[in-house]
Each structure stands twice: as C-alpha cells, then as structure tokens.
C-alpha cells in the first residue's frame, strides 16, 4: 500500500533562517506531487506541484522554492523565512486522472518568530 | 478564478443531530468535486467526492450531491456521532488544460459533537 511521510511534524524558526521540509512517497511510481498551506484562518492554498523528477510548477509567487531529486521525494526549501510563512504545511501525491484524488501526509506545523 | 465558499465554524452539535454544512464553487469548466476530513492531530483525508452533476457521493454515513444549478456540494449527515469531530473541507478540481489537475480548497469547518 501507499505511504506518505512528511518531516518534521513541528518546526519553530527565527525569521531570516532558512527552511527545509521533506516529503517521500513509498509504495507507487510516478506520482504527482504537490505541496499546500494553510495559513491561520484561511484555507489550503496549493503552492507547487511536480509531474516528474525536475519539474516544478508554481502556483503562487513568493521566497518559497521546491525540488524533486527524486521520484519520490519533494522537498520544500526557503533561504530566508518570513514572518508570513508561519502555517501548516501539506505534502500530498496523486497519480491524475479524472478525478484526481490526492493523499495527504500529516502535515508540518511551522512557526516563525 | 475558480474558488470554493464553504460555511463558517465552529459548529457544535449534540450525538446523533442531524448535520449540513454548506458548499458553493464557482468554477468556468466541469469540475470534480470533493470533501475532505482532518481529524485531530491527523492528516488530511478523502470522505467522499462527485464527479458529473447529479452525482452523490457517500461515505461512513456522509452523503453530498453534486448541484449544477446551484453551484453547490453540501454535505450531510443524518445523525452525527462524537467520532465524526473534525475539520472538514470542501474542495474542487479545477483539471486545467495540459496539467493533472490541481485542488482548491475551502477554509474548512471544524465541527464539535458533545455526547
């Protein structure tokens, strides 16, 4: 069967350091990738998506950035935080189709000071 | 652009009251149409989805009809239990030409079941 897992769960950082979360998939190949957040009070807003190995798509502009080395995995980076980046942040997979049902790993809480 | 409205929380009901929250999209194509549930300190998961007009969809005694006309997928639940206490989201698919479709979602309603 297919497993996401997201890492790690918590995070508190200082503004202006830099950030790095990661999320692998096991038990499938191919996979779309994608990553959300949920800011407070707002809902999920999808960030970047990945149809392959080196291809990332950007939804919304800003110091965010995303790389897939692998099949499997995809790794959500920044330089340097802001403030603003503070959210809960979720790595999900699809394989397409129709109805593109995605599965979602458990999240990463990130809070920025 | 596409968008997904879903009603404001919290909602607090008592075990087995009867349960609606309220969904509307706008969307310029055919989207597919879904909701999901976060249960406390887990991920997100698929309930259940829809994907033509006049579908309905239905899980663990969930059910949402997929409304054309009204631009709507609400989601319903004839008597609620303390289990079902979670965030749940609406979401559509927006399926743009040329990618594998991508999700927008709701800001999500979190319900509270008291026994």
């Known amino acids: 069967s297919q497993t996401i897992h997201q890492w790690p769960a918590t995070l508190v950082q200082p503004v202006g350091s830099p950030l790095s979360l990661e999320c692998t998939v096991e038990?499938?190949?191919?996979?779309?990738l994608y990553w959300y957040r949920q800011a407070a009070g707002r809902g999920l807003q999808l960030l970047f998506y990945s149809v392959g190995i080196g291809q990332i798509s950007s939804e919304v502009p800003q110091n965010l950035s995303a790389s897939r080395p692998q099949d499997r995995q995809f790794i959500l980076s920044s330089k340097k935080l802001l403030l603003s980046d503070s959210g809960f942040y979720l790595c999900?997979?699809?394989?397409?189709?129709?109805?593109?049902?995605?599965?979602f790993g458990p999240g990463t809480r990130l809070t920025v000071l | 652009g596409d968008s997904v409205t879903q009603m404001e929380g919290p909602v607090t009901l008592s075990e087995e009251a009867c349960l609606t929250i309220n969904c509307t999209y706008t969307a310029t194509g055919y989207p597919s149409l879904f909701w999901y549930v976060q249960y406390p300190g887990e991920g997100l998961q698929l309930l259940l989805k829809a994907t033509k007009a006049d579908d309905k969809g239905s899980n663990k005694g969930f059910e949402a009809t997929y409304r054309k006309e009204t631009t709507s997928f609400h989601l319903e639940k004839g008597s609620v239990q303390v289990s079902d206490s979670a965030v749940y989201f609406c979401a559509l698919s927006d399926l743009p030409d040329g990618s594998q479709g991508n999700l927008i979602f709701g800001k999500g309603t979190k319900l509270s079941v008291k026994p």
């Open positions: 999900a997979w699809g394989q397409g189709g129709l109805a593109d049902t995605q599965y």
């Open positions: 038990g499938t190949s191919n996979p779309n």
